[in-house]
């Protein structure tokens, strides 16, 4: 069984701060999804990430994937207000044309000003 | 806007009932997923369709069904609802090379 883990679960950082969130899973994939949720609202996709090595960045945000250590990081350089919300990471558990994602139980971020 | 579409945005009801949710996907793609988020078991993967055919289960329960019709929309049936059942339902739908999944806004259900 495909299990993902997130460290940290909750995390309050200063503004201006850098932070990394880690992101462990139990099995081999070679494809890992970052997602974004505000209170209330639905996942918004952050990054895909499709091989080892791979390495995204969007703004203050930065996300690689090590499939060899079976493990995503999604950095956050100089923390702002605007990206207080839950980062789930996600795993796909792929076969036979099935794409399941098994997620994170996420890290509640508060950026503090 | 992800460009996938679920009805209803909130669903109040009662123990013992059955509701159905619909979910329209993004324009060209055949997957459709459903996924229960609820505090306590977080994000999980109920079910898959690619076309019209089931694909994948998850840990979905037997008093739960889905399926997928011809012109691609999706519905979840939840029957017999306990207090549990409680939650937020998203669709999620992808296509491409990397199947990356775009979600609905959910629909939140709560169960009286």
């Known amino acids: 069984e495909l299990k993902v883990e997130q460290n940290p679960l909750f995390l309050s950082m200063q503004e201006g701060k850098n932070y990394t969130i880690y992101c462990n899973y139990s099995?081999?994939?070679?494809?890992l999804y970052w997602y974004r949720q505000d209170p209330g609202k639905s996942l918004e996709s952050l990054f895909v990430?499709?091989?080892?090595?791979a390495v995204k960045q969007e703004g203050r945000l930065m996300a690689s994937l090590d499939t060899k250590a079976r493990l995503s990081t999604l950095h956050i350089t100089a923390a702002v207000h605007d990206l207080s919300a839950t980062y789930f990471c996600?795993?796909?558990?792929?076969?036979?044309?099935?794409?399941?994602?098994?997620f994170g139980k996420g890290t509640k971020l508060s950026v503090i000003p | 806007d992800s460009g996938v579409t679920q009805t209803p945005k909130h669903l109040i009801t009662a123990t013992g009932q059955r509701v159905t949710l619909r979910c329209s996907p993004r324009?060209?793609?055949?997957?459709v997923y459903w996924y229960q988020q609820s505090l306590d078991q977080g994000l999980q993967f109920l079910i898959q369709y690619y076309n019209g055919e089931e694909r994948a289960k998850g840990n979905i329960l037997e008093r739960f069904s889905a399926q997928q019709f011809p012109d691609l929309h999706s519905e979840l049936n939840l029957s017999s609802l306990e207090l549990g059942d409680s939650a937020l339902y998203f669709c999620?739908?992808?296509?491409?090379?990397?199947?990356?999944?775009?979600f609905g806004p959910g629909t939140r259900l709560t169960v009286l």
């Open positions: 099995t081999t994939s070679d494809r």
């Open positions: 999620a739908s992808s296509s491409g090379r990397a199947w990356e999944q775009f």
């Open positions: 996600a795993v796909v558990h792929s076969g036979a044309g099935s794409y399941q994602l098994t």
């Open positions: 990430l499709l091989s080892n090595g």
């Open positions: 324009s060209g793609d055949l997957s």
